[in-house]
C-alpha cells in the first residue's frame, strides 16, 4: 500500500522531455482505443462491413443505400480537394520544387501496363505530403477529371479516428459517377489498421490507381510482406541531400546540377538548418532549431509512438540519448541501466525510433575484402551504430547553443551528413538498372578490430571502398597513416577521408576530399579504383 518512492536517476541519464498536458494525454489515449473498437454492421441484404478504420470489405450487398459515415466524410474531402468546385485550383503552385522521387511516382500512377500501387516510406516532414499535392496538380494539368482526383490525409485531426479507405473511395465514386478510374493518394496510410489487407482487394478488385505514404516503416513494410507482393512498389524518401538543398534554395524545380559551383554559403546553411524542406529558407539558427524539437517530439515520438501503446518517456529519453550521441556504437546494457529498463524494453523502444524513420542503424562487417591470403582477417564483433536520419537533429538536440562551432557536435554533423549521402547513393544505384549492372547492390557498414576503426565500409561488385570522415581541415600524418594501415586491413581497394579541406588531394593511398565536393557527387567517391 502507499505510494512507491521515485527511482532515483542516474547522474549520466538524459534530461526528461515535456510531456502533453493529462487531458491531451487522456483523449489521445481514447483516441487510440477507438481505433481498435470499430464497430460493425449489416447493410440489407449485404455482408457485415466495419465503419471503423479497419474496414477492409469493397462491395456491399445489392440493396445497399448511402450510408452515413460516407455522407460525413464530403466536406473534409472537399476541403482537402478544392479542385472539386474549383477545377484551376491548385494546391502545390507554391511549390515549385520537386523531390527525384516525383517523375517515378508520377510513371508509375500513370502507366498503362501496370496496375500495381505505390507505397512511400519516410519520416515526417520530409515533404511526402507536398509530392502528393504536386502528383494531384499534375494529373490535373495532363487533363484528368478533377473529380478523379481523390486525396485524403488519413491523419487529419478532425476525424476523432481515420475513416475507412472504403468509406473515402465510395464517396469519391459517387461524386465522380459509376465507372470513372481515380487516382487515389493516401497520406500517412499507417494510422488505418490492416491497411495492406484492403489496398491488396482495391489493386486486385478496381480499375482505381492508388498511391500511399506512411512514416512507420515497419508497418509499411509488414504489409508488403503480407500482401503486397506484386501489389505495390516501395519508394523510399529523406531529407534533403545537398544537391536538393541548392536546387530549392535557389528557386530551381530540381536538384542542383552545376556545372557551376553552389553559392559559396549555401553548405554552412545547409549544416546549420537541416535537410528538412520547410527550413531550407528560413533565416535564424535558433528557430529551426526550436521547432524542429518541438515537431520531433510532439508529433514524431509522442503522438506516433503513443498510439502504438510504447513508453513514450522513456523512448524519448532514449531518443535524446541517441541524438546526442549520433555515430556511437550502442550499449544496450549501459543505455538499460540508464534508464531503469530491461534490455528487452530497450530494444523495443529502439526498433519504435529506427520505425519512425528519424534514426538509422549501421552494423559493422566482420568480413575482409581482398585477395590472397588474409581473406578471413578476424574483427571484433562490435555492435551496432545509430545515427540521426538528418544531421540537423544532431543540432536540434544538442545541449549547446551553437553546435554548428563546437567541434564534437561539428564532427558528429559531418559523418551524419556523409550517411545520409551514402544511403542516397545506394538508392540511386538500386534504381538505375544501368548502375545496378555495374556495381550490383552497394553494402554499407563500419569496420573495426582490436587496432582501429573506419566510419563506412563500401561494399561492391568491383570491390571495397573506405571513407573516414573528419570536419578537421589539417590531416596530422599518424591519422592518416592509421587510416591507410586499418583500410588496407579491412581490404579496401580504395581509400577516401572526407574532411573539410578546401581542395581535393591524394597523401599516398589516401585521398581527401572536401565535404562539398563529396557531398555533390557521391557515387563517384565510392566507386573502387580499377
Known sequence: SGTPPPRARSPNASPSWPWPPRRARCAERLASHALTSAPRNREPGGTAYATGVGAVGWRNGPNSGIVSNVMDLDPILSEQNPHWAAPASRRSRAFV????????????????????????????????TVLLRQLADRLLDEGASPSSVVYCNLADERWPTPPSPRDIIRAAELRAGEGTRLFVLFDEIQVVPRWHAWLKLAVDETAHRYMVTGSAASALREGARESGLGRWDEVEIEALTYAEFCGLASGASTSWMGPERPDSTWLARY???????????????????????EDVMSRAIARDLLRLRVDVEQAGRLFLHLAENSGAILNLKDRAVDLHANRKSLSKWLTHLVDTRLLVELRPTTTRQGNGPGKAVRTLRGNLKVYVADHGLVSAFAPVPSPLVDPHFRAQMFEAVVFRHLREARRTVNSSPELYARHGELQLSYWRDERGEIDFVVDSRGGRTALEVTSSTKHASEKLAKFNAAAERSGATRRVLVSNAVATAEVGAVEIVPLEEFLLNTLRFVEPKP
Open 97 to 128: 520544387y520537386r523531390r527525384p522521387q516525383f517523375d517515378a511516382c508520377y510513371r508509375r500512377l500513370v502507366a498503362a501496363s501496370s496496375r500495381r500501387a505505390v507505397a512511400m516510406i519516410g519520416p515526417r516532414y520530409v515533404g511526402k
Open 271 to 293: 549544416l546549420a538548418l537541416s535537410g528538412f524542406p520547410d527550413h531550407a529558407t528560413e533565416e535564424s539558427e535558433a528557430s529551426v532549431r526550436e521547432r524542429v524539437r
